[in-house]
């Protein structure tokens, strides 16, 4: 196992970003008291296909799932939301989460679902975060930001981005939770040091409160980040002016 210390670059600690060029920023900046809604990826659709990748760990080394009732992903993609509610209220954040603890909800317009709950938070002017774990291997691009389908990208986006890494807008095509106006946080592709120091007792709380202060700090940093980006676009190129540059 590599014991990873604090000040280890983020890269290192996480793997690899997404890769591919992209040109989106957040631009705009948000109140001191935004609130935000942090929500764990695929806690709404254990079993229906596309519900969470089980990790290197069980999917290719055959070691048995953290919890036999949800794959690896969502296991992990609990432990990080909690955690950084709890730290981003210590941190003075208007920070809340939300988990239907229903499993396997099959109609994705249910009042209950991630969906409906995130889209009508962000509705109200909250900012909406869904944690994720990437796929391992062939399947994985890599940790960073899915922005959602908006112009109104803003300094939280672009924080989280800075950190994380930047996947496009229309990412295959716009996915679900985007095109609800919620982000997706891929933290990393679940396998190799990343997924063992998560795995490993000795590690696993230290693992899990990093990734959680490198989130709530990207957090701050938006906030309380008083300019905004000046895109500068091409003379013909009109869509999402806000959001390109």
């Not at 590599?2 to 970003?17: K, M, Q, V, W």
């Not at 889209?119 to 869904?130: D, I, N, R, T």
């Not at 985007?178 to 120091?197: A, H, M, Q, S």
């Not at 230290?206 to 906030?223: D, P």
Request: glycine share 10%; no cysteine; net charge neutral.
């Amino acid at each position: 196992m590599h014991l990873f210390s604090i000040a280890e670059p983020l890269d290192i600690f996480l793997g690899p970003r997404f890769h591919k060029k992209t040109i989106w920023k957040g631009n705009r900046t948000v109140s001191s008291s935004i609130p935000i809604l942090v929500m764990a990826g695929h806690a709404d659709s254990q079993g229906i296909e596309g519900s969470g990748t089980p990790g290197e760990a069980v999917g290719v080394n055959g070691l048995p799932p953290m919890d036999n009732s949800v794959s690896d992903e969502l296991f992990w993609n609990l432990k990080v939301m909690k955690a950084v509610v709890r730290l981003g209220k210590k941190k003075g954040l208007n920070i809340s989460s939300y988990d239907s603890r229903v499993r396997t909800i099959v109609d994705e317009n249910d009042f209950n679902t991630n969906w409906s709950v995130g889209s009508k938070f962000a509705a109200k002017g909250g900012y909406v975060l869904e944690i994720h774990f990437d796929s391992y291997g062939a399947y994985g691009l890599g940790s960073g930001l899915i922005p959602p389908l908006s112009k109104k990208l803003n300094n939280i986006d672009e924080s989280l981005a800075r950190t994380f890494g930047r996947y496009p807008l229309f990412f295959r095509g716009g996915l679900g939770a985007p095109r609800r106006n919620i982000r997706i946080l891929e933290i990393g592709k679940l396998e190799g040091e990343l997924e063992k120091n998560l795995r490993n007792i000795d590690s696993r709380d230290q693992t899990i409160e990093k990734i959680a202060e490198y989130i709530v700090n990207a957090f701050l940093e938006g906030i309380n980040s008083r300019n905004s980006f000046n895109p500068q676009l091409k003379e013909d190129y009109i869509f999402l002016q806000d959001s390109y540059q």
